[in-house]
């Protein structure tokens, strides 16, 4: 058997950045509820940048790793692959597929450390 794909769907990078902020927001209170299909997350209330970072829960991220937040093509790609289902620019519903997608990039794009 071979071994898994990494990034099986071909997502480019900043397509797998929107969708890693996604899925950290999806286990947050104040941005997700649960969708109206078993296992999926609405994720809404986005954040907001203030000056170069802005916070998803405890952890710190850089304005320019979140354009994607903010960009409709992002969003189509991603409800195209089944990942999420868009309400650009106000809340996303994240997929079965699209919560357990391993983008890979979590630890790089979500900085914990105080700022």
Same mark, same amino acid.
Request: glycine residues 10%; neutral net charge.
């Given at each position: ?7 099986? +769907?071909? +997502?480019?990078?900043? =397509?797998?950045?929107?969708?890693? +902020?996604? =899925?950290? @927001?999806?286990? @947050? ?5 649960? /969708? ?11 954040? =907001?940048?203030?000056?170069?970072? &802005?916070?998803? /829960? ?9 354009? /994607? #937040? ?16 868009? /309400? &650009?620019?106000?809340?996303?519903? #994240?997929?079965?597929?699209? +919560? ?7 630890? *790089?794009?979500?900085?914990?450390? *105080?700022?």
């Amino acid at each position: 058997m071979a071994p898994k794909k990494k990034n099986p +769907l071909n +997502l480019n990078p900043l =397509q797998l950045k929107t969708l890693t +902020l996604f =899925q950290a @927001l999806a286990k @947050l209170p104040d941005h997700a509820q649960a /969708g109206a299909e078993p296992g999926t997350v609405r994720v809404g209330n986005l954040p =907001q940048p203030h000056g170069d970072h &802005f916070h998803v /829960g405890g952890a710190a991220v850089a304005t320019r790793d979140a354009t /994607g #937040l903010g960009n409709p093509a992002v969003w189509a790609v991603l409800q195209r692959k089944g990942l999420i289902q868009a /309400g &650009f620019p106000w809340e996303a519903l #994240l997929t079965v597929d699209g +919560l357990n997608y391993d983008t890979g990039m979590a630890d *790089s794009l979500l900085h914990t450390a *105080s700022h």
